[in-house]
């Protein structure tokens, strides 16, 4: 894996592919801001970029230039994000680091939150925005129709001290050169009641074992993406299966994902897709294993109910997110500042506290308010981080490299996720 | 609205304002708007079109011209490559959306589930707009249609996560989350608006009618079987078109108290929103716009729709 | 009339009972605003105004307030206009095509929300898109009148049928051209119908999420894409519930004032 990335405009001069790339893939929803953030394949059980980058294979970016200098701010950056990731100070007066930045570097921030990758593809299209806090599917989407600009990450100080696991991955680089600085990271974990469920789990089994003695208390993420944790959970317990992606399943793979979920539909209590529905589930004992993600454990902690977190021992999904800049944007500058100031210490401890995840500055460490932050997310955890399989939209063709079989696309994951849950 | 000037269309100039006046046929100060108007008042077909036309432009038009470029669209295909819409014409999407029996099934519960809706907030509303149309007086009244239409300014959600809190295992209720969770919750939210049209068909009910049959000998049950129920019914399809259209569409109270279940509104927004296949969904859209029209046709000799 | 004195007992409790079922899980909401937890726990924990005290400094429920308030001021205006006059035009006139146009003016509102969202949504954006325009607060008004004109057309049309078009006539006859007759004796006439049939629609544009969700784009956050959006925030959920538990004390005022308006001058019986 190379750490450094080269100035994207060493990269060897491609023009537009005739065959197919990799495709454009469908959207994942993100009713919820925290964004599905998607990846190809990432770490994984095997070492991390030792399968090189399934999501690049016959990719070639559309040539676009990399902004070669930095000048003046041009006085505003218009932005497209999640909900949670530019907070100015206008739904809670403490949360607010946009501010600090309009006043350091005269940028005046437009901010408009995207619901779902779609939409920020389509936002992004328009030409208004200068920069987007992309997610996985929407990132290579966005490279490959041309939307988005290489940045030179040179032109961006904090890049340097952002974790080496974050850089130069499938999802926000192309042949080496990248397309954006990381914004954060986080797993999606086992959560359970430590006063209901014993022995403490270890395992998704206590989710998927059709005979649990929590039938009906067990709940689930309501997206088509969660087949993906059930093929996490197959490549551990059917290696014959031979699911090496968790996002690359042919049709026998899938079929198994897919039984596995109908079975587990009976012992389901409910999906979820809403935080406030996740916290409320566990407080009241109506769910009491499942998935979550870290910040809800810890909301639910902070209210006095008993649960604990893990990873589980056959690994688990995740997300990662990446500022990415406008392929013709008008405020260049500003934008280049605003990723900078994003990824800063400060601003991105406070960002990575607000939304609950892992902050991608490694000394944004030393800012949070809470001095466990990093610990409780495992930042610095890169062994951690290594049993994590980033959200990736599947695609027709297989992330794992293989060629000959067709792999689901999202739009079948859809509907089989219909039919799952009946 | 208090106004005419802005529904005058410019008129001819005053041409023959100005000039001499001959006897007494002399037009009074404004005389293009009193020109326009004889020729409005004489003119019954062009006050008509007139009348009809921005708002036929706008949902004769616009509207169902949306819609019909959305049902257009459910013959399309989207490319999985490149996510865009593919114009040609297959029957891909209703062969799949016939032919897989979970949308069948989705399809069934929906309507159950809307018939149910429907079926509760009737037995609730009926009584309940009969007391205050006919028990309450007058100066009650008023408040009492004030007290069924506050709960329409409180946030749809937020009432939906008041019963998920009351529905908990270890909430007030502790029914827990399921499908009949979700009728409950949808048969509160949409209760006001069977009541209100209820109430509207009551209040139109004289009085003198109700004491006619009562002078004819006839008991309170008989009365309400021969005069009171005919001359609502139209009212009570009025109500059932809003809950159970209401119910039909909906797919965020069935995410918030639904449990494990779904409903067709979700496997619309799942495609759109989260797949970006728009064919689909428009062809899965079809469903309760069948359901809707047929509901519409059946229901339309009644007068019903005149009462909503 | 001919009651019994139970079956007037049943009637009275089921009108209590029901008003209690309406009331119970505001009642819930009020409290909640108040409670400790952060995620409504029940029983509740304890009680706290900090809940209050953020919803009063965001900037952003005030921001979503007043975005709802415009849409949902411009969607009543549309339908004022549009319900008003395909009311007179089907009440007073008879025509071919009288029954398709009074159906074609339900429509909107008897088809599931998400089919006119989705399909205004695609119409807009093939419409708007070529102009370079996004969807924003004209698309989420358009797509609110849309299915508000129905409650302005039926408050009006149960109106004029109520009020028939002797008085109108005789104005005529009187001398009075068709604009002064309108200003004069139909406009009073249906003006606490308008007013009811607005508030109606008031009301839902107010509290309107699906075919918001569709037509609004990313710019414009109404008071109910706010709350959404804020159920996904960390620690918003509390503030959401207060925010609705001062909107359903703060709407007995406009209902009130528009009931006591109408009422003083209900149309003959």
């Not at chain 3, 029954?99 to 954006?125: C, E, K």
């Not at chain 3, 804020?230 to 009931?259: C, D, E, G, K, T």
């Amino acid at each position: 894996m190379r750490s450094t990335p080269r100035p994207a405009t060493s990269r060897p001069a491609t023009s537009r592919s005739a065959t197919p790339g990799p495709a454009v893939p469908r959207l994942v929803v993100v009713l919820s801001a925290l964004a599905l953030a998607v990846a190809a394949c990432g770490s994984g059980s095997e070492p991390t970029g030792a399968s090189a980058a399934p999501g690049q294979s016959g990719f070639t970016p559309p040539k676009i230039e990399a902004l070669q200098s930095l000048g003046t701010g041009e006085g505003q950056v218009n932005l497209v994000h999640w909900a949670g990731y530019v907070e100015d100070g206008s739904n809670d007066p403490k949360v607010d680091w946009v501010t600090p930045f309009e006043q350091a570097t005269g940028c005046q921030v437009n901010s408009k939150v995207a619901g779902t990758s779609d939409e920020m593809v389509n936002l992004m299209k328009t030409g208004e925005y200068d920069a987007v806090s992309a997610s996985g599917d929407a990132s290579l989407r966005l490279i490959a129709g041309g939307d988005v600009a290489p940045v030179d990450t040179a032109l961006i100080p904090n890049y340097a001290d952002v974790f080496e696991g974050l850089k130069d991955k499938p999802w926000n680089s192309v042949n080496g050169v990248a397309y954006g600085v990381p914004h954060g990271r986080g797993a999606n974990l086992l959560m359970w009641r430590t006063d209901v469920v014993k022995p403490a789990p270890d395992s998704w089994s206590v989710v998927f074992d059709p005979a649990s003695p929590y039938k009906g208390k067990i709940t689930a993420y309501d997206s088509p993406i969660y087949i993906a944790d059930a093929a996490v959970y197959l490549m551990a317990t059917k290696p014959d299966l031979g699911i090496k992606n968790p996002y690359a399943l042919d049709d026998t793979q899938f079929q198994a994902a897919v039984d596995l979920l109908k079975q587990q539909r009976q012992i389901i209590g409910e999906y979820w897709s809403d935080y406030t529905k996740e916290v409320q589930a566990f407080k009241s004992g109506d769910s009491v294993a499942g998935t979550t993600w870290q910040v809800i454990a810890n909301v639910a902690q902070a209210d006095k109910t008993p649960v604990e977190v893990t990873l589980p021992k056959e690994g688990a999904t995740g997300w990662s997110d990446t500022w990415m800049v406008a392929a013709g944007a008008k405020n260049p500058n500003c934008a280049y500042k605003w990723l900078d100031w994003i990824i800063s210490p400060k601003a991105n401890a406070q960002v990575a506290e607000y939304f609950g995840e892992a902050p991608s500055n490694a000394k944004s460490c030393e800012m949070t308010a809470d001095p466990k932050h990093c610990e409780t997310f495992h930042a610095t955890d890169e062994e951690y981080f290594s049993k994590v399989w980033y959200w990736t939209t599947p695609i027709a063709q297989c992330l794992d490299g293989r060629t000959d079989v067709k792999c689901k696309d999202y739009a079948e994951w859809t509907r089989a996720w219909t039919e799952i849950k009946g | 609205m208090n106004t005419t000037a802005n529904t005058t269309p410019p008129g001819p100039p005053p041409s023959a304002a100005p000039s001499a006046p001959r006897g007494g046929t002399t037009p009074a100060p404004g005389g293009p708007r009193r020109r326009l108007a004889a020729i409005l008042h004489r003119r019954a077909r062009l006050r008509l079109s007139l009348l009809l036309s921005a708002p036929m432009l706008w949902l004769g038009v616009a509207y169902l011209g949306a819609l019909a470029a959305l049902f257009v669209s459910a013959l399309w295909r989207t490319d999985t490559f490149t996510g865009d819409l593919v114009r040609e014409l297959t029957w891909a999407n209703f062969r799949e959306l016939l032919t897989t029996e979970v949308y069948r099934t989705i399809a069934l519960r929906s309507v159950g589930v809307a018939a149910a809706v429907t079926l509760i907030d009737l037995v609730i509303a009926f009584p309940m707009a009969f007391a205050m149309a006919k028990l309450a007086p007058p100066r009650a009244q008023r408040w009492l249609v004030i007290a069924v239409l506050t709960p329409l300014w409180a946030s749809y959600l937020v009432k939906a996560y008041a019963w998920r809190v009351l529905l908990s295992a270890d909430g007030l209720l502790g029914w827990g989350y399921g499908l009949t969770a979700t009728i409950i919750t949808l048969s509160y939210l949409w209760l006001p608006y069977m009541i209100l049209p209820i109430y509207a068909g009551l209040e139109r009910l004289p009085n003198s009618l109700l004491e006619a049959a009562g002078d004819l000998g006839a008991r309170g049950r008989r009365t309400f079987r021969t005069v009171v129920w005919p001359l609502t019914f139209p009212a009570v399809v009025a109500g059932s078109i809003f809950t159970f259209s209401l119910s039909l569409g909906d797919y965020i109270t069935v995410k918030i108290v639904g449990g494990r279940s779904q409903l067709i509104g979700n496997v619309v927004y799942d495609n759109i929103g989260a797949a970006n296949n728009l064919p689909f969904a428009a062809a899965v859209a079809t469903v309760p716009v069948l359901i809707m029209l047929a509901y519409l046709a059946a229901v339309r000799r009644t007068g019903a729709l005149e009462n909503l | 009339m001919n009651l019994s004195r139970t079956a007037r007992a049943m009637l009275w409790a089921a009108l209590a009972g029901g008003l209690a079922v309406v009331y119970v899980p505001l009642l819930i909401v009020l409290l909640n605003s108040f409670n400790a937890d952060r995620t409504f726990g029940w029983p509740p924990p304890g009680f706290t105004l900090r809940w209050w005290e953020a919803a009063w400094n965001s900037t952003g429920v005030r921001e979503a307030l007043w975005t709802s308030i415009q849409a949902a001021l411009g969607a009543t205006a549309i339908a004022l206009v549009l319900g008003t006059m395909v009311a007179f035009a089907l009440q007073r006139h008879s025509f071919f095509g009288r029954d398709a146009v009074s159906l074609l003016i339900i429509l909107p509102i008897a088809l599931p929300g998400i089919v006119t969202g989705i399909a205004l949504n695609n119409a807009f954006r093939a419409v708007l898109e070529p102009f370079g325009l996004g969807l924003g607060m004209f698309t989420v008004i358009v797509g609110h009148a849309t299915f508000c004109v129905v409650t302005v057309y039926n408050n009006v049309l149960a109106r004029l049928r109520r009020t028939g078009s002797s008085l109108e006539e005789a104005s005529a006859d009187l001398g009075a051209d068709v604009f002064t007759t309108f200003r004069l004796v139909t406009f009073p006439m249906i003006r606490s119908a308008l007013l009811a049939g607005g508030l109606l629609a008031f009301a839902l544009s107010f509290d309107e999420i699906i075919v918001t969700t569709f037509t609004a784009g990313a710019g414009v956050k109404t008071l109910p894409l706010w709350i959404f959006e804020n159920l996904f925030r960390p620690n918003q959920a509390p503030v959401v519930n207060v925010v609705a538990a001062a909107l359903i004390v703060l709407s007995v005022v406009p209902i009130y004032l528009a009931q006591r308006l109408s009422g003083g001058e209900a149309g003959p019986r």
